[in-house]
Structure formats: structure tokens, C-alpha cells
């Protein structure tokens, strides 16, 4: 492959790897583990509540418990909803494109093969260590996303990007979570690991736009570009410049062999006659070697 045609194609492969270069990055991915969880317990049936389940606190447990009990024993309706918070400190000045949140069932007791659970924006401040059903922070309707679960030892995923999006002031983000559906005469639960589990705690996948690069792709672009073109043209010049010494190498053979060369043979094949003795002999000899006489001008044939 000649020099100019192996630089076009270095060429055509820079310019490939540069559109490469320059091509939007990828979205940056981190998975975020859960600052709190817990999950509050009441009678919704009556306010009296006989239990002491409103002001009942359930945090530090290894577990989130989505459960309810409705007119099992008389006429009661218990109710439990999980919280779960993340905080999004580390992702300011970030755009989030999408969020996940991620649980991982321990238990799964359901009276059909499949129940909805749902998960909503849960508005207010509350910590794991005192929030109870009374404290229980503001939860939105409708819910944000719904996942079907159908078995335990399985991880269970919602899309709450648009929570995730819109961080509260003090870029923390919470979740309520509670079975959708509650049968009469029935008993239901989910089991969720928390993060006092020591594994599979709540987590949230956030996927984010890449960050600027400090130097503009289509410069960098522009660069390997104009490099791939110097390069090119740096062939084009260095094969001319060499098949010009090649051309020029040649006459300079031609002349400096090939007339010596015929020379010799002219100087080899030439005779004379000589004037005395009429025999021929070689035109370099000053005596002829017939008759001995001195030989005079030389008459080359």
C-alpha cells in the first residue's frame, strides 16, 4: 500500500474516532442506600385506638412491615405504612433523569398470586426514631408508581423520578409505601429489608445528564481533525519528495555506467591494418606483432 493511500486511511479512522470523542457521553449512574426508614401502625376503624398503635414507634427494626388486618377480629381495620428516605446531598448542581426506588422483599403473605403496592411522596419532616403514626408527614395522592409483587427474595423496583427531580430544600427525598389493596375478612403483608439489615437495605438508582467536560468536545474534535489532516498532507509531500529522488537516481545510474561500459567494449573490438605486413592487428599496438615495423594512425573499423 502506497504512503499517501495508508495516510487517507489513518485519516478516515481518526475522523471515525473523532465523531466518537465528540458523540454525547453517557448518563452517570449511582446507587444511593437509604438515611432512614421505618414504618407506623394504626386502627383506622376507630380513634379511640385501644392498642397504643398511633404513638407507637417502629424504627431500628431489620425490617419494613407492609401489612394490614381488616375485620379479622371484630370489627378492627389495622393499617401499616413504610417511610424511606434518601439523601440527595450529593447530587447538587446534578441533573437527575431518572430515579429509581428499589426494595428487596424478605416475606411475602398475600391472599391473591399478586398484589399492587404503592409508593407516594411522603411531605414533611420525620426521623426514624420518633415517627409514629400521629407524626406520620403528609403523604400525595395520586401515588407516584405501583409495582406488582408476587414473592419474597426478589427485588421490587418503582420509577419516582419526578420526586427525585423536584428535591425538597434540604435535598432529602421520602416514600411511603402501603399495599393497595385491603380484602375484608383479610390479612396481608410484605416484608422489606431496612437498612438495620446489614444487606439488601432500601436503595435509590439515579441515573444523571454527564457532566460538561472543561474543554468542549468539538474542540477536541476540531483538533484531531486538523492533526489527521496534517498527517495526510505530510504523506502526500513525503511520497513526492522520495519519488523524486528516485527519478533523479536513475539518469545518473545511466550516465556513469553504460558509456564506460561501451566504451570498454569499443576499445576491446577495435583493429587496424598495418601499413607494412597488410595483417590486422589491435589498434592499440604502436608496433605490429606480424612484422615488427612501427605502426602509424590507427583506422578503426
Given at each position: 500500500?502506497r504512503?499517501?493511500?495508508?495516510f487517507?486511511?489513518?485519516?478516515?479512522?481518526?475522523?471515525?474516532?473523532?465523531?466518537?470523542?465528540a458523540?454525547?457521553p453517557?448518563d452517570?449512574?449511582?446507587?444511593?442506600n437509604?438515611s432512614?426508614?421505618?414504618?407506623?401502625?394504626?386502627?383506622?376503624?376507630?380513634?379511640d385506638?385501644?392498642?397504643?398503635?398511633?404513638?407507637?414507634n417502629?424504627?431500628g427494626l431489620?425490617?419494613?412491615?407492609?401489612?394490614y388486618a381488616?375485620?379479622?377480629q371484630?370489627t378492627?381495620q389495622v393499617?401499616?405504612?413504610?417511610l424511606?428516605k434518601?439523601?440527595?446531598?450529593s447530587l447538587?448542581n446534578?441533573?437527575i433523569?431518572?430515579a429509581?426506588?428499589?426494595?428487596?422483599?424478605q416475606r411475602?403473605?398475600?391472599m391473591?398470586?399478586?398484589?399492587?403496592?404503592?409508593?407516594?411522596?411522603?411531605?414533611?419532616?420525620?426521623?426514624?426514631?420518633?415517627?409514629?403514626?400521629?407524626?406520620?408527614?403528609q403523604i400525595?395522592?395520586?401515588p407516584l408508581?405501583?409495582?406488582?409483587?408476587?414473592?419474597?427474595n426478589?427485588?421490587?423496583?418503582?420509577?419516582?423520578t419526578p420526586a427525585?427531580v423536584a428535591k425538597?430544600?434540604?435535598?432529602?427525598?421520602?416514600?411511603?409505601?402501603g399495599?393497595?389493596?385491603?380484602e375484608t375478612k383479610?390479612?396481608?403483608q410484605?416484608?422489606f429489608?431496612?437498612?438495620?439489615?446489614?444487606?439488601?437495605a432500601?436503595?435509590?438508582?439515579?441515573?444523571m445528564?454527564?457532566?460538561?467536560?472543561?474543554?468542549?468536545?468539538?474542540f477536541i474534535?476540531?483538533?484531531?481533525?486538523?492533526a489527521?489532516?496534517?498527517?495526510?498532507a505530510?504523506g502526500?509531500?513525503?511520497?513526492?519528495?522520495?519519488?523524486t529522488?528516485r527519478a533523479a537516481?536513475?539518469?545518473?545510474?545511466t550516465?556513469s555506467?553504460?558509456?564506460?561500459?561501451?566504451?570498454r567494449?569499443d576499445?576491446?573490438?577495435?583493429v587496424?591494418?598495418c601499413?607494412?605486413?597488410?595483417?590486422?592487428i589491435?589498434a592499440?599496438?604502436?608496433?605490429?606483432p606480424?612484422?615488427?615495423?612501427?605502426?602509424?594512425?590507427?583506422?578503426v573499423?
Open positions: 500500500m504512503a499517501p493511500f495508508r487517507l486511511l489513518a485519516g478516515v479512522v481518526l475522523a471515525s474516532l473523532v465523531f466518537t470523542v458523540a454525547t453517557p452517570d449512574s449511582v446507587v444511593l437509604a432512614e426508614d421505618s414504618y407506623v401502625v394504626a386502627d383506622v376503624s376507630t380513634t385506638d385501644p392498642q397504643g398503635l398511633r404513638d407507637k417502629f424504627g431489620d425490617f419494613l412491615k407492609i401489612w381488616n375485620q379479622v371484630s378492627e393499617v401499616s405504612v413504610g424511606v434518601f439523601d440527595l446531598s447538587n446534578r441533573e433523569r431518572s429509581s426506588l428499589q426494595l428487596f422483599a411475602a403473605d398475600l391473591q398470586p399478586v398484589r399492587l403496592v404503592d409508593v407516594s411522596v411522603a411531605q414533611g419532616q420525620w426521623t426514624a426514631s420518633d415517627v409514629t403514626f400521629n407524626k406520620l408527614p400525595a395522592n395520586p408508581a405501583s409495582a406488582a409483587i408476587y414473592g419474597a426478589v427485588w421490587y423496583s418503582w420509577d419516582v427525585a425538597t430544600t434540604d435535598n432529602t427525598v421520602s416514600y411511603a409505601i399495599l393497595r389493596t385491603l383479610g390479612e396481608e410484605v416484608v429489608a431496612s437498612t438495620s439489615a446489614g444487606r439488601n432500601p436503595r435509590l438508582l439515579v441515573t445528564a454527564p457532566v460538561a467536560a472543561s474543554i468542549p468536545p468539538y474534535a476540531a483538533g484531531i481533525v486538523v489527521a489532516i496534517l498527517a495526510f505530510g502526500l509531500l513525503l511520497g513526492r519528495t522520495r519519488r529522488r537516481a536513475v539518469p545518473m545510474a550516465v555506467t553504460q558509456p564506460v561500459a561501451a566504451a567494449v576499445e576491446a573490438d577495435a587496424i591494418e601499413p607494412t605486413c597488410r595483417r590486422q589491435p592499440s599496438a604502436e608496433i605490429c606480424r612484422c615488427g615495423s612501427r605502426v602509424g594512425e590507427p583506422l573499423r
